[in-house]
């Protein structure tokens, strides 16, 4: 299949989307039934940012010209991808990278966000046949020439394993984390609070950590994140806010909450759902926080001074590349 026909097949994946129709809609009821954590709102937002930022015409005509992906690939490998489920069709881009460079690709999707991409998969091949021979899932990943894979900590061990005499993408645990001045405004408080609390904050772009200065005001930032109330609606949600804050009450450990979200004071980046750590900086200190806490290996992206903009944490472009590994080269340099 030559690179057009591949754009032709994403431009009407597109379409699909856009078009939302019963068939899309009950799928992503499915996707839903199948894991509580997958509320319908957010399933919508993933699937809009996949049609406005990955597979908007333009956008692929750039990332084409950009990386001269040529018009046929004479020499395609077998790609075994390793799908998370931490948020709805969260392996996609991966799956668009290795599809635009003109290989075949093996999926193994993450038990808890199998529907979406089964679908995807089944439509495009619905439009052009020669999908079934390029595109495959398998629940073990053999005879590829090459492999994604993402996962916690803990499964990463086993994929660079696995997969040491292979070419090889491993992701591991990753989070985001906010420098706030405490100069913000109403309305970007409001968008940080999107960027803290967006797909519950299950997401490694979003915000579990928070830099402040000394004496900083969190009533502000508790007010704007009240809008998330209903997630207590959620049992899953709530039984994570419910234990977490009880864990603190038990400690005795300093705690702030609006009754949906608790801030506390922790040095670890990573944070449990329903929780929000923070850590204080002397002002005069903001440039050299700065430079200690760039993007690595635990540090996804960085929100407010300096960094990504409020409210753009969950909006990666098609270049934003996980972990800063630049998906698309390495596949083409497999030729």
């Not at 790609?79 to 069709?89: D, H």
């Not at 234990?243 to 506390?264: D, E, P, R």
Request: aromatic residues 12%.
């Amino acid at each position: 299949m030559i690179l057009q026909e591949r754009i032709n097949l994403l431009k009407k994946l597109n379409n699909y989307f856009l078009e939302n129709n019963i068939e899309l809609q009950n799928v992503k009821q499915k996707a839903f039934q199948e894991n509580a954590w997958f509320i319908p709102e957010f399933v919508e937002e993933s699937i809009k940012n996949i049609s406005n930022e990955f597979l908007e015409e333009n956008k692929l005509n750039n990332l084409i010209q950009q990386y001269k992906i040529p018009a046929e690939n004479i020499q395609p490998k077998r790609i075994g991808i390793v799908m998370a489920g931490n948020i709805a069709l969260v392996g996609f881009h991966d799956f668009l990278c290795a599809f635009i460079t003109g290989h075949s690709v093996v999926i193994k999707p993450s038990s808890k966000d199998s529907v979406l991409i089964k679908h995807i998969v089944q439509k495009l091949a619905e439009w052009n046949s020669e999908i079934n021979s390029i595109i495959s899932f398998a629940e073990i990943l053999k005879g590829c020439d090459a492999f994604i894979a993402t996962g916690s900590n803990n499964s990463s061990r086993y994929f660079e394993y696995y997969f040491e005499k292979y070419p090889s993408i491993i992701r591991k645990n990753r989070t985001s984390v906010a420098i706030l001045t405490g100069k913000e405004s109403k309305t970007e408080l409001d968008l940080l609070a999107k960027d803290i609390q967006l797909y519950f904050g299950l997401g490694c772009r979003n915000v579990t950590k928070l830099f402040v200065p000394e004496k900083y005001d969190f009533i502000p930032l508790l007010d704007a994140l009240k809008k998330y109330d209903y997630y207590l609606e959620y049992h899953k949600y709530k039984h994570n806010y419910d234990y977490h804050l009880a864990l603190l009450i038990m400690g005795n450990k300093l705690y702030m909450n609006n009754g949906s979200i608790v801030f506390t004071e922790n040095e670890s980046n990573y944070s449990p759902i329903s929780q929000v750590h923070y850590s204080y900086y002397k002002k005069n200190e903001i440039d050299y926080l700065l430079e200690n806490i760039q993007p690595n290996q635990e540090i996804q992206c960085i929100i407010g001074y300096q960094g990504v903009p409020f409210g753009c944490s969950q909006q990666p472009c098609i270049t934003d590349f996980a972990d800063g590994v630049d998906t698309i080269q390495f596949l083409i340099n497999l030729n």
